[in-house]
């Protein structure tokens, strides 16, 4: 099943110079492309489309900030189970919970400089790739 998905890298990954080292390891994986790439500064209006189910939530303020705090790589990666694939890459949220070889678990220091965003869900891809590529057809 060929799916896209958005991802984004955080502003923790473009300071620590590990853009190359996390898309080498996207395009490392056999199959998957990156159709579009930018480096750009979120607005607030952005991040609040992006991260509004977490409105309210404790770490919202501090995430948007962080998320803030300079560019990120937004890119679109095209390919064979995409969605989970980029997840499973990531691992999970907490890096002190991801095991060595993924993403967060090599690299992550805490829970919210996770360096990276990948959508969760087709639902949340659709819905994502609408708000940083909406010209995607
Ligand atoms: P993401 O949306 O960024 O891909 O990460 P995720 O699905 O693994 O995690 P999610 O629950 O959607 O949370 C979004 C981002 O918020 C920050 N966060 N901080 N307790 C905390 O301080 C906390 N919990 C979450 C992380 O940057 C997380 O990736
Ligand atoms: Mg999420």
Known sequence: MTQRTLVLLKPDAVRRHLIGEIIGRIERKAGWTISALELRTLDQDTLEQHYGEHKGK?????LVAFMASGPVVAM???GERVIEGVRQ?????????AAPGSIRGDYGTIVRE???????SEESAIREL????????
Do not use: C, Q, R
Not at 58 to 62: I, L, S, V
Not at 114 to 120: E, F, G, R, T, V
């Open 89 to 97: 890459l990531a691992g999970p949220t907490d890096p002190i919970a």
């Open 76 to 78: 679109v990666v095209e």
């Open 114 to 120: 996770n360096l990276i965003h990948a959508s969760d």
């Open 58 to 62: 404790p770490f919202y303020e501090p």
């Open 130 to 137: 609408k708000i940083f590529f909406p010209g995607l057809s």
